[in-house]
């Protein structure tokens, strides 16, 4: 074997040039055939040894995450932060000519989140034949109404996101459709989005979110939607959101607690987990669940620091107020350290290294009372979680 003090200085003289199939015939070894260990690396790149001789390793930003370059295919079967993926002899390969380099230091961490990734999201592949149902559409589940809106230029040849957005109390599927504001940047953005009607309580259609304000199975009456939409429309069930407001805001919190199986985050408005429902220890997700919440600081209809409501006859409910409300799903999902502030926007704050690489989140309207937020600003949190 060569000593590394001569084999430096011979490729020391000669940096600079054009390297060809790989960076070591111009230094006048020849590549690695079999081996891919890197025993030595040096500025010209990583080197092997073949039959007691030092080759060169075909190097690339795939190298530092643990995986070969790609020596015979081109065609990119994935692209992520890292780069362009191809696939050769059943493996994950690195494409060069994206001019990334991820730096070793984070080899290690980056190694373990790639591996689990990729996978999913080659199989993440949803059959569109066959799923008929291409425009604005009343469903009828558990005998109540869905409507479903689909986004301008929806085909059907590929699968979208769907938003299920849930109303207020006293308020409808055809009431809040046009209300939404979480709904019309999700619309806008390509996603299928379904209001659901609440069933009707003591106090108009509402939804049972524990101690208040329905006694329907709205759980069951969410996955039934699911099943049912995902069978007739081509919706990536990976990518299934819930939003809503003041009680539908309630509903996607509960959401969190019993539909995270299907559900992948949701961006409640003006609500929070019911008080009763945590301290029983009946939310219980089967996941890490991304979630980030709006509440106003002036809310006078579910205030903003939590308390009793006995608004609806026979139904009292216990907020848990916006900041008991993060603190709850910053545990359950094992957040850890403080959180960011003014993250994703003003007046924001998002634990951001949580279980599973999920968020969670509150925006505090300062002096804003029971309204949505923004709902631009909830889509653009959602859409970033898959299942
Ligand atoms: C769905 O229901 C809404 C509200 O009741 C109605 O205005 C609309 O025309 C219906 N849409 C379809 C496609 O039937």
């Given at each position: 074997m060569r000593?590394?003090?001569?084999?430096?200085?011979?490729?020391?003289?000669?940096?600079?040039?054009?390297?060809?199939?790989?960076?070591?015939?111009?230094?006048?070894?020849?590549?690695?055939?079999?081996t891919t260990q890197v025993v030595y690396t040096d500025n010209d790149?990583?080197?092997?040894?073949?039959?007691?001789?030092?080759?060169?390793?075909?190097?690339?930003?795939?190298?530092?995450?643990?995986?070969?370059?790609?020596?015979?295919?081109?065609?990119?079967?994935?692209?992520?932060?890292d780069g362009n993926w191809g696939v050769e002899n059943n493996d994950w390969c690195g494409l060069t000519n994206n001019g990334q380099q991820v730096s070793k230091t984070t080899t290690t961490i980056k190694k373990t989140t790639t591996t689990t990734q990729k996978p999913q999201q080659t199989q993440?592949?949803?059959?569109?034949?066959?799923?008929?149902?291409?425009?604005?559409?009343?469903?009828?589940?558990?005998?109540?109404?869905?409507?479903v809106k689909f986004p301008n230029g929806y085909k059907g040849d590929k699968a979208v996101p769907l938003l299920i957005n849930y109303h207020?109390?006293?308020?409808?599927?055809?009431?809040?459709?046009?209300?939404?504001?979480?709904?019309?940047?999700?619309?806008?953005?390509?996603?299928?989005?379904?209001f659901m009607d609440g069933a009707q309580g003591p106090m108009g259609q509402a939804w049972n979110v524990g101690p208040c304000c329905t006694d329907a199975d709205d759980v069951t009456y969410t996955r039934n939607f699911i099943k049912e939409i995902t069978q007739k429309a081509c919706v990536d069930p990976k990518r299934i959101y819930a939003a809503g407001f003041s009680m539908g805001g309630g509903m996607?919190?509960?959401?969190?607690?019993?539909?995270?199986?299907?559900?992948?985050?949701?961006?409640?408005?003006?609500?929070?987990?019911?008080?009763?429902?945590?301290?029983?220890?009946?939310?219980?997700?089967?996941?890490?669940?991304?979630?980030?919440?709006?509440?106003?600081?002036?809310?006078?209809?579910?205030?903003?620091?939590?308390?009793l409501s006995q608004v609806v006859?026979?139904?009292?409910?216990?907020?848990?107020?916006?900041?008991?409300?993060?603190?709850?799903?910053?545990?359950?999902n094992g957040c850890t350290g403080s959180p960011k502030s003014n993250t994703?926007?003003?007046?924001?704050?998002?634990?951001?290294?949580?279980?599973?690489?999920?968020?969670v989140g509150l925006c505090t309207i300062n002096g804003g009372g029971h309204s949505e937020g923004d709902g631009k600003m909830g889509w653009d949190f959602l859409k970033q979680f898959t299942l």
């Open positions: 000593s590394y003090a001569l084999l430096s200085l011979v490729a020391s003289a000669l940096t600079g040039k054009v390297l060809a199939d790989c960076f070591s015939t111009k230094l006048g070894y020849p590549c690695c055939t079999s790149g990583n080197w092997g040894v073949e039959n007691n001789d030092w080759c060169g390793l075909n190097s690339c930003w795939a190298n530092a995450l643990g995986y070969p370059c790609c020596t015979s295919t081109t065609q990119v079967v994935f692209t992520d932060n993440n592949v949803v059959d569109c034949s066959g799923k008929t149902l291409k425009s604005n559409t009343n469903l009828t589940i558990n005998g109540r109404k869905v409507i207020p109390i006293m308020g409808s599927a055809s009431q809040w459709e046009g209300g939404s504001q979480t709904a019309k940047a999700a619309l806008n953005d390509g996603a299928i989005v379904a996607s919190n509960y959401a969190g607690c019993y539909l995270s199986d299907v559900i992948a985050a949701a961006a409640p408005s003006a609500f929070d987990l019911a008080k009763e429902i945590v301290d029983s220890g009946k939310c219980k997700p089967s996941r890490p669940f991304p979630i980030l919440n709006f509440r106003g600081t002036s809310d006078n209809v579910v205030m903003y620091n939590g308390g006859p026979g139904k009292p409910i216990t907020f848990m107020g916006a900041k008991n409300n993060l603190k709850e799903w910053a545990k359950m994703p926007g003003n007046n924001c704050e998002m634990y951001e290294n949580c279980n599973g690489g999920v968020k």
